[in-house]
């Protein structure tokens, strides 16, 4: 190889190093610059180290079927795939079609995918290479960014090669690049010296000037000059980009052989497999046979070997197929579709390739195609198969029924800006009731997902209403959208009477399921006798996680925060044991809210770590964002504050100016808690008053209550006693509305806070204190127990504020709610009383994802289970206890429980 010194000792310090780190590098450049015969070396390098290598290629015919890359990338490996975790080797058998299995989870088919390299890397050394990245099919693609960001701690090596230009997969991989220039101008001469094609003075001149030192370049000018008996290189193609000269070099090369051979050759160009056995039969459909490809293999455009089939260069296959005729092409289309009849997906492709103006066969079988493709978790490949599926529709209903599905197929795929573009086609084509719906809930639903604006809800009403009668079900849903919308944004009363009015108006019965969820969450004060419906209703749900979901933002919205954690909770497990990895991230993060609710730190901690890092894998910066402020929150208990500060910052970055209700709550929650801790009580003051007054952008109807006992409380040291009374009377007022044990003990701490009374004071605490649920929520007895016992010692009832604040402190602590547990030990020395702090266990040592590991691990299940629960790869897993097991002085699994049992007080 000439001058490429530098590059190859950068990939050969990648090999070298693999045993310490695993590494990624995405060489691009022109086309003809040396990309592969850089890779070819660094393949030779790692075949002589003893390195297993595993090799794909993407091409433009491929780029329309899922997981094409990923099969070609694995198939050496495939036996392999039955010993990965059960749900991760499901999915990635669906993925490369080793069996039906249905699996619309496409993150479980990138951890399997990372898995099954994992174990193959830990056996020998791994490279993988990507070539023509640029062509790869998208499934493929999201599968290799997803393995190239985790390569770190396996010794494996992925290079991959693209042309520089273009967007899709190229620009989404974020790894070190690798940039190939063009030779040097004494490197370029020894390239043209070995080219055989003698070259002097001007004309030599000429052709160094022109390959402006792109190898491929060097090689072919000279031989078209000599082919062509041309005495400069003037006579060639001018004007044009150096890619696209070549280009024309070849098409001239091709156009020198006999009708015949470009007949093949435009079969092979065509065709989407290497195979030469799959050739031989199509070329046979025109009396063509291999004594044929002769004069191309004698010209040096194609290789044959065995029974595969290459081109010199991927600009031959596009020279070859561009320059014929479209007549021709699809002509070589329609016969590949015949020959691959039993292959039905490769086979449509073809058909509708072969087809020029509309097909109903065809467009019907594609749309069978993107199901499946839907199914096996390539939704990215679904969406182009419905998009091709509508044009090819010859009626326009039939059309735009398909590109509601291509919408559909976009939404889960987080194509965003396609399926608005598929949503303003569809809507220009059809007024449609059934399909208007069908947009308006995708559009609505990817909104709400996302953190954005949701259409109007009368819209949404409106149309609900229009389909109660043919689709009561699509009826259902969109009106259950415009419930959920005002559950998380606070609609206004008008609009809420009005969605109300729509529920009613489907006639369900009085105890459906859907009626109940939708009507708790549009309008809950008015309808707090459904409580007791939707506690037995989620006492016995089936194992259906779209229900429970319902029902536990139904328990939310009525207070019912023991059942909502329940039916959450129950949730997490159904989808756990789905490998539904994105439904859980948003089931985490409303498992995480309820549990900093109750003062379940290390709980939430766990489900912020989980949710946020799923939030990651995924690319869902909305999650990630809303995930980031409940983490500022628990920093912020947990005494963290400078922590707390960036994430707080962080998530304000990657939200919405204009979040939900629900989330400007949270972080107006998350702020005030911070000055509260501070100290900084004036300021916490105005951020719960944000809350509770009627009017506020952050007011949702549930967060004002769960702040008010944090309201008196600031109010009381800012001095607005005042103040503090007049807002929390006017909340307390809603305290009859539900029948929650968690909104009588703030409502009691509140009224103990700002009582003008000692003997008001003294039984406003004592029923906090005495509330039957108060063991649920062990953050809110300690707090109420630190402000009772301040209250205590500051009217001189010293030995009863004792009492409480030593039960407040051992609860704090427990909880590592640290400011809390400073400001009562605080207290106690104030009181006389000397106090130790307590020592960190093993826990505190451990981070929430070693922590849950651990309890799992502890609880018997075997990593590969561990695996599938977390979507994790099991070697990952494996890591992770190997970094518990030190943490907390333990050297087998048997000692894991003990260990916990010992140390967990949460």
Not at 81 to 99: F, H, K, M, N
Not at 378 to 391: D, L, Y
Request: aromatic fraction near 4%; include cysteine; hydrophobic fraction near 45%.
């Amino acid at each position: 190889m000439i001058g490429r010194d530098a590059e190859l000792r950068r990939i050969r310090a990648m090999l070298e190093g693999v045993r310490t780190s695993g590494s990624a590098l995405l060489i691009h450049g022109d086309a003809g610059i040396g990309k592969s015969t850089l890779i070819d070396a660094a393949v030779g390098t790692a075949s002589e180290q003893g390195f297993h290598i595993l090799r794909c290629r993407g091409t433009r015919t491929e780029s329309c079927f899922a997981f094409a890359g990923i099969h070609e990338l694995l198939h050496p490996v495939r036996d392999r795939v039955d010993s990965l975790p059960s749900l991760q080797a499901s999915a990635l058998r669906a993925a490369l079609g080793l069996d039906d299995h249905v699996s619309h989870d496409a993150f479980l088919v990138r951890l399997g995918a990372l898995s099954l390299l994992e174990d193959v890397a830990h056996e020998c050394p791994l490279l993988l290479v990507v070539e023509d990245l640029h062509w790869l099919d998208r499934s493929s693609a999201d599968v290799l960014r997803f393995v190239a960001r985790r390569l770190a701690p396996s010794p494996a090596v992925l290079l991959t090669a693209c042309r520089s230009r273009g967007g899709g997969p190229i620009t989404e991989l974020a790894i070190p690049r690798l940039y190939l220039t063009g030779l040097a101008l004494d490197e370029a001469n020894r390239v043209l010296d070995q080219v055989g094609v003698p070259l002097a003075g001007a004309l030599r001149g000429h052709v160094l000037a022109e390959a402006q030192g792109n190898p491929l370049a060097l090689v072919e000018l000279p031989k078209a000059v000599r082919d062509q008996g041309l005495p400069d290189v003037t006579g060639l193609p001018s004007r044009l980009p150096l890619t696209e000269r070549l280009r024309e070099v070849f098409a001239a090369r091709v156009s020198a052989t006999p009708a015949r051979t470009r007949q093949v050759l435009l079969l092979a160009a065509t065709n989407d497999s290497l195979s030469l056995t799959e050739l031989l039969l199509a070329a046979a459909q025109h009396g063509l046979g291999v004594e044929d490809l002769a004069p191309a293999e004698h010209e040096g455009l194609v290789f044959c070997v065995g029974d595969t089939i290459s081109f010199r260069h991927p600009l031959v296959q596009s020279a070859v197929y561009t320059t014929a005729a479209f007549s021709e092409r699809m002509s070589a289309h329609r016969t590949l579709a015949d020959v691959l009849s039993d292959d039905v997906t490769r086979s449509v492709w073809h058909r509708a390739a072969a087809t020029a103006g509309r097909d109903e066969r065809v467009a019907a079988t594609l749309q069978s195609v993107a199901e499946s493709a839907s199914s096996r978790g390539g939704t990215r490949t679904a969406v182009h198969a419905f998009e091709r599926a509508a044009r090819l529709s010859p009626s326009p209903e039939r059309r735009a029924q398909r590109l509601t599905m291509a919408v559909e197929a976009a939404q889960r795929a987080g194509l965003t800006s396609v399926m608005r573009r598929f949503i303003h086609e569809t809507r220009a084509l059809t007024d449609d009731p059934v399909l208007t719906a069908r947009l308006l809930f995708a559009e609505a639903t990817e909104a709400m997902s996302r953190g954005g604006s949701v259409v109007d809800l009368s819209e949404l009403v409106a149309v609900a209403r229009r389909v109660a009668t043919s689709d009561p079900d699509l009826a259902s849903y969109v009106v259950g959208c415009a419930a959920a919308e005002c559950f998380q944004n606070a609609g206004s009363l008008v609009s809420r009477r009005e969605i109300v009015a729509a529920i009613e108006a489907l006639g369900q019965p009085s105890d459906h399921p859907v009626r109940v969820v939708n009507l708790s969450m549009v309008l809950p004060r008015e309808h707090r006798s459904l409580a007791p419906t939707v506690v037995a209703m989620v006492e016995r749900a089936p194992p259906f996680a779209p229900l429970l979901m319902g029902l536990g933002c139904a328990a939310e919205a009525l207070q019912l925060l023991p059942t909502a954690t329940a039916a959450w909770r129950a949730v997490v497990e159904m989808l756990r044991r789905a490998g539904a990895a994105g439904q859980l991230t948003v089931t985490l993060y409303r498992m995480a809210r309820l549990h900093i609710a109750g003062g379940h730190l290390r709980s939430a901690n766990m489900a912020i770590e989980e949710a946020s890092r799923l939030a990651s894998e995924s690319d869902e910066k909305y999650y990630k964002g809303i995930c980031a402020v409940l983490n500022a929150h628990v920093l912020t208990l947990r005494g963290d504050d400078e922590r707390a500060l960036t994430s707080l910052d962080h998530a304000k970055q990657l939200l919405d100016s204009t979040p939900p209700a629900f989330i400007r709550a949270d972080i107006r929650r998350a702020e005030g808690i911070s000055a509260l801790v501070g100290g900084r009580y004036r300021e916490a003051f105005e951020a719960f008053s944000d809350l509770a007054k009627p009017g506020s952008p952050c007011v949702d109807g549930l967060t004002e209550l769960w702040a008010i006992s944090d309201l008196a409380e600031a109010a009381v040291h800012a001095n607005l006693v005042v103040a503090g009374r007049k807002l929390v009377t006017a909340l307390i007022s809603d305290l009859g509305a539900y029948d929650s044990s968690y909104l009588r003990v703030r409502f009691h701490r509140a009224n103990g806070l700002l009582a003008s009374g000692n003997d008001a004071a003294i039984a406003s605490f004592d029923m906090a204190l005495a509330e039957p649920g108060l063991a649920e929520w062990p953050l809110e007895e300690a707090r109420t127990r630190l402000v009772y016992g301040e209250w205590l010692r500051r009217h001189r009832r010293i030995s009863a504020g004792r009492a409480e604040l030593r039960k407040a402190l051992e609860l704090f602590e427990t909880q590592g709610a640290q400011p809390w547990a400073n400001r009562a030990r605080a207290e106690l020395r104030g009181a006389g009383v000397n106090t130790r702090r307590r020592p960190d266990d093993g826990l505190v040592r451990l981070t929430p994802q070693e922590y849950q590991i651990a309890q799992l691990a502890a609880a018997g299940l075997p990593n590969r289970e561990i695996a599938d629960q977390m979507f994790l790869s099991h070697r990952t897993v494996a890591s992770h206890l190997y970094n518990v097991f030190p943490k907390l002085g333990v050297t087998t699994r048997g000692q894991l429980r003990d260990a916990l049992r010992k140390a967990i007080t949460d």
